[in-house]
């Protein structure tokens, strides 16, 4: 069994997404000990409305995905840059789920990624993530920040498997990165 | 005095429940606004499907997000009223922005835009509004600058019963800043 158990959540819908591709190379460049595996999906979340909420609740596929994040040891968000910012859906989930008692989000140990065929890969879709998780009291890792920058480059056209050397190492180290925050965090007083 | 036609305005609300302060500042907008805007309310995009470029691929642009998109293309300038979720802008809002972003013809591209913000805290959303303001950089409309309409420690600022704001500062900085959007929207016009 492992030691750590994190949750990843792509940030895009779309099947042939670039984040998506990240996402799924990631337990292939987990430290030993770390076990990794995708979210359920946020894609039938309804738009967030308080009056949704107070009518009938919360629904099931939030209940879900908050779950799975309350269970989990960390998460990985890997997500793409809408508009200079957050996806809307990505933003909808997390806005669904901040609601819950019990927020699922607080205290829990966070990495960011993105890819995106610009230059900056993504950059200020996570500095947007980690104001909101400031807010939500998640601990978001500081570095190495991984930026996937000119993407469409980086993975194999054909089987879309993250071939770059250098995007490979940098995920390695973060996630060990990432293992150390978790043990930091989880150590009593 | 009013130079020149009435100028079109569209007024976006980035919350769906029906309480909504940031709604109720909404609707004090027409009362507020100098003779020379004329204010309509954008239907709601509260039955967008979440943004996934394989439904645009499949199916096209749903009808819903062609009529939000034509309604901004149709007006003169916009006036986004929005609440902060989580320090940033809802995600419904968020999502709506980000499909007709898609577009050919993209609505909010020249498009000059007002901010306005109500939430509970001493911050008054602003946030979301400085999160805006970036985004809508991306999207290339034009934002308008100060003053600023930061309603903050709404529940203090609107009646409890007919949710009408009431304070008397923040009427008075909503009026200047339809007045200022106004001045603004005709400056960016005529250098067009």
Not at chain 1, 37 to 47: G, R, T
Not at chain 1, 61 to 72: G, S, T
Not at chain 1, 137 to 145: Q, S, V, W, Y
Not at chain 2, 13 to 39: F, T, V
């Amino acid at each position: 069994m492992a030691d750590l158990n994190v949750l990843t959540i792509c940030g895009s819908l779309r099947r042939g997404s670039f984040n998506a591709m990240v996402q799924r190379a990631l337990p292939s460049l987990a430290p030993d000990g770390m076990a990794l595996k995708p979210a359920p999906s946020f894609a039938e979340f309804p738009l967030y409305n308080a009056d949704i909420q107070n009518s009938t609740g919360f629904p099931g596929p939030v209940n879900v995905l908050a779950d799975a994040i309350r269970a989990a040891d960390g998460l990985i968000f890997c997500t793409p840059e809408y508009n200079f910012g957050i996806p809307g859906g990505l933003k909808n989930a997390i806005d669904w789920v901040s609601r819950l008692p019990n927020q699922p989000f607080a205290g829990k140990p966070i990495a960011l990624q993105s890819a995106s065929p610009g230059p900056l890969g993504g950059g200020r879709v996570q500095y947007d993530m980690r104001r909101a998780m400031v807010f939500l009291d998640a601990f978001t890792l500081n570095k190495p920040e991984i930026f996937i920058g000119n993407c469409a480059s980086k993975f194999d056209e054909k089987t879309s498997e993250l071939k770059d050397e250098t995007t490979r190492g940098l995920i390695k180290q973060q996630l060990t990165a990432l293992a150390a925050l978790i043990a930091q965090l989880s150590r009593k007083g | 005095m009013m130079v020149g036609r009435q100028l079109d305005v569209l007024v976006i609300c980035g919350s769906l429940r029906k309480g909504s302060y940031n709604a109720a500042l909404a609707r004090m907008l027409p009362a507020l606004a100098p003779s020379g805007l004329s204010l309509r309310f954008a239907h709601s995009f509260a039955d967008f499907p979440l943004y996934d470029a394989d439904i645009q691929t499949a199916s096209g642009f749903p009808a819903q997000v062609n009529a939000w998109a034509e309604a901004i293309r149709a007006a003169d300038a916009l006036i986004i009223v929005s609440p902060e979720y989580n320090w940033s802008i809802p995600g419904g809002l968020k999502n709506a922005i980000d499909w007709v972003s898609r577009m050919k013809d993209q609505p909010f591209k020249d498009k000059p835009v007002a901010l306005q913000s109500a939430a509970g805290g001493i911050l008054g959303g602003s946030r979301a509004q400085y999160h805006l303001r970036q985004c809508l950089t991306s999207i290339d409309a034009i934002v308008f600058g100060r003053p600023e309409v930061i309603v903050t420690f709404a529940p203090q600022k609107f009646d409890e019963k007919t949710l009408e704001l009431k304070d008397a500062t923040a009427i008075d900085l909503v009026k200047q800043q339809l007045a200022g959007f106004e001045a603004f929207v005709r400056r960016v016009a005529a250098s067009a």
